[in-house]
């Protein structure tokens, strides 16, 4: 890759970090059990 | 000793990258030499001729061109992914890009036919990943 003439180097030093911090995953949800249904109670 | 930076931030500028698959993870390659681009980490800059890099009068460093135009320019928008790059460290502006000590994706561009590729580059490097027209530079 050509960049062209080029002047004189410098530093920058970024103000925040460039690197995207990897994104706090929720904790998956508890597998509920099925609600049951109560049975009728026949007499 | 404390070494004070001459600017803040970082400098933005546009590369091309080969896409290899390595240990489970979608990485960018150099189109130019046999090096990924470490996903979580910058990659910086080395010179074989054992001095610091970038170095003014040296060929070495993280190469980023200015422009998404020069890149068609010089066909490297044909190479496969595209992006933005951050660039800091010491950096070597040139008219046309820069050289510089250390550098992270900021954001990928994928040609249509790669749309495959979206998701685990994302996975990978945590930035925005989009769809790109690399002929016209039209985003999706």
């Given at each position: 890759m050509n960049i062209g003439e080029e002047d004189e180097q410098?530093?920058?030093?970024?103000?925040?970090?460039?690197?995207?911090?990897?994104?706090?995953?929720?904790?998956?949800e508890p597998a509920r059990e099925p609600e049951r249904v109560a049975e009728p109670v026949t007499t | 000793m404390i070494v004070v930076p001459d600017?803040?931030?970082?400098?933005?500028?546009?590369?091309?990258?080969?896409v290899r698959v390595r240990g489970?993870?979608?990485?960018?390659?150099?189109?130019?030499?046999?090096?990924f681009w470490p996903a979580g980490e910058p990659i910086e800059a080395f010179c074989g001729k054992a001095h610091a890099a970038p170095a003014g009068r040296c060929t070495c460093g993280v190469y980023a061109a200015r422009s998404l135009a020069h890149l068609r320019e010089i066909a490297y928008h044909t190479q496969g992914v595209l992006g933005e790059v951050h660039l800091w460290g010491t950096v070597v502006p040139g008219r046309?890009?820069?050289?510089?000590?250390?550098?992270?994706?900021?954001?990928?561009?994928?040609?249509?036919?790669?749309y495959r590729l979206v998701a685990p580059l994302k996975a990978s490097y945590g930035v925005p990943v989009t769809?790109?027209?690399?002929?016209?530079?039209?985003?999706?």
């Open positions: 410098y530093t920058i030093e970024p103000l925040e970090n460039p690197i995207p911090r990897e994104e706090p995953t929720a904790p998956p | 600017k803040i931030g970082t400098e933005v500028g546009w590369r091309g990258w080969n489970g993870r979608a990485l960018l390659y150099s189109v130019v030499h046999n090096a046309l890009g820069w050289r510089a000590q250390y550098a992270y994706p900021k954001r990928l561009y994928v040609p249509h036919e790669s769809l790109i027209n690399p002929y016209t530079g039209e985003v999706k």
